[in-house]
């Protein structure tokens, strides 16, 4: 069975901090890595995708990749309260066409 | 880019009734769809993957004689709840892959139909 396993939190911060989100996953086959984010009552939507080991940064967001440890992260630095919301870690094995979800880790931006 | 429209956004109706979910994928073109269910508070919960022109395979535990899915172009794809009862009542959501591109397996997720069956 494979697994995508991320705190559930709440993750809280203050605003203007750096939000750190972590993931592991259980399948070495994997090869393609997302980060979503999902408002309360609205669908997720892509913030970040990483395919290769280390970091990948837009705009306020860095994603980091390692393998070998199985993990991947999303840092959102100067965060904020719009911030607030589910992070959705998701994982996709090399020849599947579906994406194994994480339960999401719900962040809390106070002001 | 990417964008991924459903309808209805929002559906009420009454127990037995069939109640079809579009998914158009309004800028590109997408070979494989996929539909999800949330309930509250609680994770997304993959139903099916759909792919144009052929059945759609279901995941363990989706009744597919109830939950009748179709991809008939590479922009759309409807699912269909047929006799629906107040446990279908749910948030089902679709997300599409593009055919071509950079981004051919990221998943790009509609805004979500809210199903409620009295």
């Known amino acids: 069975q494979k697994e995508v396993e991320q705190n559930s939190g709440p993750l809280s911060v203050p605003e203007g901090a750096i939000a750190s989100l972590n993931c592991t996953y259980s399948d070495r086959g994997s090869q393609s890595f997302f980060w979503y984010r999902q408002y309360s009552g609205k669908s997720p939507e892509l913030i970040m995708s990483?395919?290769?080991?280390g970091d990948k940064e837009d705009g306020r967001f860095t994603a980091q990749l390692n393998k070998a440890s199985q993990y991947v992260s999303l840092l959102i630095r100067d965060s904020q309260p719009s911030d607030s919301a589910t992070y959705l870690c998701?994982?996709?094995?090399?020849?599947?066409?579906?994406?194994?979800f994480g339960t999401g880790t719900r962040l809390l931006v106070s002001p | 880019g990417a964008v991924v429209s459903q309808h209805p956004s929002r559906v009420i109706c009454k127990s037995g009734t069939s109640v079809k979910i579009e998914c158009r994928s309004l800028?590109?073109?997408?070979?494989?769809m996929f539909w999800y269910r949330q309930f509250p508070k609680q994770s997304l919960m993959l139903m099916a993957t759909s792919n144009e022109g052929s059945k759609a395979t279901y995941e363990q535990g989706v009744e597919k004689d109830k939950f009748l899915i179709n991809h008939a172009s590479l922009t759309l794809s409807t699912l269909t709840v047929t006799s629906a009862h107040p446990e279908d009542s749910s948030f089902y959501i679709c997300s599409a892959t593009p055919t071509a591109g950079e981004n051919t397996d990221t998943q790009y997720f509609g805004p979500g139909t809210r199903l409620t069956v009295l």
């Open positions: 998701a994982v996709k094995e090399e020849g599947f066409q579906k994406l194994v």
């Open positions: 990483i395919y290769s080991n």
């Open positions: 800028d590109f073109q997408a070979t494989t």
